[in-house]
C-alpha cells in the first residue's frame, strides 16, 4: 500500500460495517472511519486478494471477492442516473440524427457511443464533431441496453450532452465510471497507476 495523495475523485471510500464487512461509499456519506482506494477495478480487486483493508483499519475486515463488481456497479448506476436526470432536464440529445446536429452547433460537453455502437456511425458522428469546431470528450463504456434503461428509449445507440446546466456533475461520473473500469477517462487521460491508500 502507498500513501501517495490523489484527488478525491480519484478514490474510492471504503467503511466497516457493523459485521465486520468491507463496505464501499461511493457517496462519501456513511459514518465511520474510511479507507481510500485508488479508483480501479483491478486496484480494489488486489486490495481484496492481499488482505490490505484489514491491515488499513487495523481490523478483522470482510472484504467479498466480488467488491470489485459492487463497486462498478455502483458508479455505474451514478453516472447513468446523473444522465437520466439531464435527459428529463432536456439536455442530453438521443440518436443519430440530433446527435449530428448538436455536434455540428458545436454545443455538445460530452459525447457518449455505446459500447456496442457500429464503427460506421461512431465515425460520422466524430466527423460531425470536427465540422462543428469543438471536438467534445468521448464516453464509451455503456452498452446501449443499458443507456436505453437509463435514458427511457430502448437501446440508445449515440447521446449528446449539451454545454451548461448540470453537465460537469455529469461528465464527472461518466468520467469516474470509466477510469474505474478503463483506467482511462473520456478525455483520453490516462489514470495514474499503482494502490493508493489512506485511512482517515
Known amino acids: 500500500m502507498t500513501r501517495r495523495s490523489l484527488p478525491v475523485g480519484e478514490l474510492v471510500r471504503f467503511v466497516l460495517g457493523p459485521d465486520g464487512a468491507v463496505v464501499p461509499d461511493i457517496r462519501q456519506r456513511l459514518p465511520g472511519r474510511g479507507v481510500w482506494v485508488t479508483a480501479r477495478r483491478e486496484l480494489v480487486a488486489e486490495a481484496v486478494r492481499k488482505r490490505m483493508f484489514g491491515r488499513a483499519f487495523r481490523a478483522e475486515a470482510r472484504a467479498g471477492e466480488d467488491l470489485a463488481e459492487l463497486v462498478g ?16 432536464a432536456g439536455r442530453l440529445a438521443l440518436g443519430f440524427a440530433e446527435v449530428d446536429a448538436r455536434l455540428r ?6 459525447l457518449l457511443h455505446a459500447s456496442d455502437a457500429a464503427a460506421d456511425g461512431v465515425r460520422k458522428l466524430d466527423q460531425a464533431a470536427h465540422a ?10 455503456f452498452t446501449s441496453a443499458e443507456l436505453g434503461l437509463a435514458l427511457g428509449r430502448a437501446n440508445v445507440v449515440h447521446a449528446a450532452l449539451d454545454t ?3 453537465s460537469g ?3 464527472a461520473r ?3 465510471y470509466e477510469t474505474y473500469m478503463t483506467g482511462s477517462t473520456p478525455d483520453g487521460r490516462a489514470h495514474r497507476p499503482g494502490f493508493a491508500g489512506r485511512t482517515e
Open 73 to 88: 456497479s455502483q458508479l455505474r448506476q451514478s453516472a447513468l442516473g446523473a444522465l437520466g436526470l439531464e435527459r428529463k
Open 105 to 110: 452547433r458545436g454545443s455538445v460537453a460530452l
Open 132 to 141: 462543428g469546431g469543438k471536438v467534445p470528450p468521448v464516453c464509451r463504456v
Open 164 to 166: 451548461g446546466g448540470a
Open 174 to 176: 461518466c468520467r469516474r
Open 169 to 171: 456533475a455529469a461528465i
